[in-house]
């Protein structure tokens, strides 16, 4: 993994939603519509948060919601063209925030313009997922392997810094293989980072030769656990995420484009800081989706136009966030702030120590011996934790003034306490 990654904490926008673009494409011949201006208003706000990069949604032409590409070597018109997409680039250097871009390359649309790359399937094109209007590219051809790896290096040459890699886990991984190390010998710190939902992630990294796949098992537990009163849940998979970390780092979020939103998931708001306790004390290369840190809600529906409460416009400019939000926005600040004051957690191993249904403890440690122990209450009573705090101090807790007789925790409460 690129070495700059173990500090990145990624700002997740989807372009096309975020900037408030039209459903479909224009019409041919249209003039751009330059929106990306609009997100460069907002990198302040990223940097202010705590972020050091932009994980960037589809930006490249395609039909309806940018995962049915039909070119990837220009940027939407919805969006902009390429200088617009330079000008974001310079931006966010300026500011220190690197750019990730979302490479859809496992399906486009059928207007895509090399139809000879299509995969076959029953004397027909095979689809992704029983989309019709996404199209599998047939990754056996050295076509499409040559096609992708010019993709990827040209925006690399235009100042991306990686991609991630969108449906990986449809893709087999002897393809990225195939793809990556060319790219890596001309671009030896991009980091790619592959969508994988579930299955043997370690595995699938090893055999692609990618830096990361999404942890979904650990996004999963963190609110499943929390709405359900069932930390066994999450006990089992940071046990699962630990062992994740022995081979490679864990892509981790709380939420993203395509899953409901936490504020939604949690019945009790007070537990959206216990999640992100969690997200912010354990290894891994964490993301925040755009609007998250506003407890923005939303629901994820399997229907036409389902994924629209989560992908939703951002207003002109952060003033007119409606005021609610404000609160989680800092303790987001807060606990990045944490997570960059201790960048060793990146690659932290996590044990639990204590747990019943609704409370639970584990410490995060490297081989340095720095050491973070996090204090988790959701229960309607105080909780005292029977572990050893000695040398240890609160970094940060769910009481305002930081005091309280530790290791007891206060009802719906939490802690992280460090050296």
């Not at 992630?201 to 979904?216: H, M, N």
Request: proline residues 6%.
């Amino acid at each position: 993994m690129a070495r700059w990654a173990d500090h990145a904490i990624w700002w997740h926008v989807y372009p096309l939603g975020f900037t408030g673009a039209p459903r479909e494409a224009l019409p041919a011949g249209s003039e751009p519509q330059h929106r990306l201006a609009r997100l460069e208003g907002w990198l302040d706000y990223a940097v202010e948060l705590g972020c050091s990069g932009l994980l960037l949604g589809p930006v490249f032409a395609a039909e309806t919601h940018g995962y049915d590409t039909v070119d990837h070597f220009r940027i939407d018109p919805r969006l902009g063209d390429d200088a617009d997409f330079d000008r974001l680039v310079a931006a966010a250097h300026d500011r220190g925030l690197r750019i990730v871009l979302d490479g859809v390359f496992n399906h486009v649309a059928r207007g895509f313009g090399h139809p000879e790359w299509f995969r076959r399937e029953g004397g027909d094109h095979a689809v992704f997922e029983g989309h019709r209007h996404l199209v599998a590219l047939d990754h056996d051809q050295p076509a499409v392997a040559d096609y992708v790896a010019r993709v990827m290096s040209h925006w690399l040459a235009r100042g991306v810094s990686g991609w991630r890699l969108d449906a990986a886990y449809a893709v087999p991984p002897e393809f990225w293989a195939r793809v990556l190390p060319g790219v890596r010998q001309r671009y030896p710190d991009a980091w790619f980072a592959g969508e994988v939902l579930h299955g043997d992630y370690a595995a699938y990294v090893a055999r692609s030769g990618l830096d990361t796949v999404t942890q979904y098992e650990l996004w999963k537990a963190i609110w499943s656990s929390l709405r359900d009163g069932n930390f066994f849940e999450l006990s089992w998979a940071l046990e699962r995420h630990d062992e994740l970390l022995g081979s490679f780092v864990p892509q981790t979020f709380a939420g993203n484009h395509d899953v409901t939103r936490l504020a939604s998931q949690l019945p009790d708001e007070r537990h959206l800081a216990h999640a992100l306790a969690v997200l912010f004390t354990v290894g891994g290369v964490p993301s925040v989706y755009y609007g998250d840190e506003q407890a923005f809600r939303g629901v994820k529906e399997q229907r036409a136009g389902g994924d629209d409460e989560i992908r939703p416009e951002f207003p002109a400019d952060a003033t007119r966030l409606a005021p609610h939000g404000w609160p989680v926005y800092r303790l987001h600040q807060r606990l990045i702030g944490l997570r960059r004051r201790n960048a060793w957690l990146v690659r932290a191993r996590t044990e639990v120590e204590h747990l019943t249904n609704r409370a639970m403890a584990f410490r995060s440690r490297d081989d340095e011996g720095n050491q973070v122990l996090t204090l988790l209450n959701t229960r309607d009573d105080p909780y005292s934790f029977p572990v050893g705090i000695d040398g240890l101090r609160v970094l940060d807790s769910s009481s305002p003034d930081g005091k309280a007789p530790w290791p007891t925790v206060p009802p719906h409460g939490w802690a992280i306490l460090g050296q």
